[in-house]
């Protein structure tokens, strides 16, 4: 642009936008941008100190600049919006007889007809539990008794992408750290969706005071966002039933390329 086509770009966004809604006063000096005519009358004074000369896209170190901006890599998603429901999804025809589908944007995975699925917390954990799956917890936490529980688990550490041995381990210690019931086996490898996996079993207590004791099949996949996890929980008295439909869920689990 010329060197007065700021000041006129400016010109015309006030002409646009109108003076209504400008702030002014103390709301004008605690904002964090001027008053468009006020960024007018700054850009006009500051311009004549610029070199007369003709500028353009190619002035300076700009293509530099677009060169490396083009270069970032894509910022990573955001686990809660990858546990959310994918609007406009085609559905999938190759699930177990029996069976629905739950396709998020970071997943899809297939539960039985008859559970429900749904998120207790905004932007929580996604559960797909039989009726009286879920208990209400005396803080407002929910408590997984049967059925499913879906989500990423991002290390407070962040820094680059996590690893699935490492990420694994930390997700195994802070949960022995919420709950002192909680015993695991070692992890063993395994493949969801077609990606490297960990299998944990775990037992556990709950709430229940008919059925206590508690079996966990804790699934872990490395992604871009954390650590996907699934948890598949069962009381220990109904495991024989209850294992051969959580294995047709996991058979069912796809990740987006």
């Known amino acids: 642009m010329t060197r007065i ?10 002409s646009k ?24 009358e700054y ?13 353009s896209a190619s002035t300076g170190h700009f293509p530099q600049v677009k060169q490396i901006v083009t270069s970032l890599p894509p910022p990573k ?10 609007r406009g999804a085609n559905p999938r025809t ?15 995975i297939a539960y039985p007809s008859n559970w429900d699925a749904g998120q207790p917390q ?10 009286g799956g ?28 996590v690893k699935l041995d490492k990420g694994t381990r930390d997700f195994l210690d802070a949960l022995r750290k919420g709950d002192k019931n909680l015993h695991a086996d070692p992890p063993q490898h395994a493949e969801v969706g077609g990606q490297p996996a960990l299998l944990t079993r ?26 996907w996890y699934v948890v598949l929980a069962a009381p220990s008295s109904l495991t024989a039933e209850a294992d051969p439909l959580f294995k047709q869920m996991i058979a069912s689990v796809e990740f987006p390329n």
């Open 5 to 14: 086509g700021l000041p006129t770009f400016f010109e015309k966004l006030e």
């Open 17 to 40: 936008l109108g003076t209504a809604a400008e702030p002014k006063g103390l709301a004008l000096w605690m904002s964090d941008h001027p008053a468009t005519g006020r960024r007018i």
């Open 43 to 55: 850009v006009s004074e500051d311009i004549q100190f610029y070199p007369k000369r003709e500028y």
């Open 77 to 86: 998603p955001k686990p809660a919006s990858l546990v959310l429901a994918k």
């Open 94 to 108: 190759n699930l177990p007889a029996g069976f629905k589908d739950y396709q998020a944007n970071g997943f899809a």
């Open 122 to 131: 905004a932007g929580g954990s996604l559960f797909l539990v039989p009726k």
């Open 134 to 161: 879920a208990a209400q917890g005396k803080n407002g936490e929910v408590e997984l008794l049967a059925g499913a529980m879906l989500d990423y688990y991002v290390p407070q550490a962040g820094g680059s992408s």
């Open 202 to 227: 775990m037992t556990t207590k709950t709430s229940s005071q008919q059925a206590p004791d508690q079996t966990i099949s804790l699934y872990t996949v490395a992604r871009d966002a954390g650590l």
